[in-house]
């Protein structure tokens, strides 16, 4: 589960990441991490966004495929978009499925079968 408010040093998101302290700091300073810098006054200190951020950055193969400042910037804002989603639920999922169990004709003892892994 996503932890807004919980930070990591560079060191730590290093080892979480599997990405050298280099690259991480490397990323702060010249790459879209540049907030991690600010964050804390003089200590630097990552969220978990930026942690996603560095395990996908940091695992394309550069042969392949070379990041612009703007293309890095463009992969943080998508993950960060994509991990702030609202997440429905399970009652709501449970009811759309009803409901589209009820409209394709299913009964209701197979759905209640389906729902609850019976």
């Given at each position: 589960?996503?932890?807004?408010?919980?930070?990591?040093?560079?060191?730590?998101?290093?080892?979480?990441?599997?990405?050298?302290l280099?690259?991480?700091?490397?990323e702060?300073?010249?790459?879209?991490?540049?907030?991690?810098?600010?964050?804390?006054?003089?200590?630097?200190?990552?969220?978990?966004?930026d942690?996603?951020?560095l395990?996908?950055?940091?695992?394309?193969?550069?042969?392949?495929?070379?990041?612009?400042?703007?293309?890095?910037?463009?992969?943080?804002?998508?993950?960060?978009?994509?991990?702030?989603?609202p997440?429905?639920?399970?009652t709501?999922?449970?009811?759309?499925?009803?409901?589209?169990?009820?409209?394709?004709?299913?009964?209701?003892?197979?759905?209640?079968?389906?729902?609850?892994?019976?």
């Amino acid at each position: 589960m996503l932890d807004v408010n919980r930070t990591f040093t560079p060191s730590e998101a290093a080892v979480a990441s599997g990405v050298p302290l280099k690259i991480v700091n490397q990323e702060i300073d010249q790459g879209p991490l540049k907030a991690a810098r600010k964050e804390s006054g003089s200590k630097r200190s990552l969220k978990e966004d930026d942690l996603f951020y560095l395990v996908i950055a940091n695992r394309l193969d550069t042969r392949l495929l070379q990041l612009t400042a703007e293309g890095k910037d463009s992969v943080n804002a998508a993950i960060v978009t994509y991990r702030r989603r609202p997440v429905l639920p399970f009652t709501f999922v449970e009811g759309q499925v009803r409901a589209a169990m009820v409209y394709f004709g299913w009964h209701s003892s197979e759905s209640h079968k389906i729902l609850r892994g019976s």
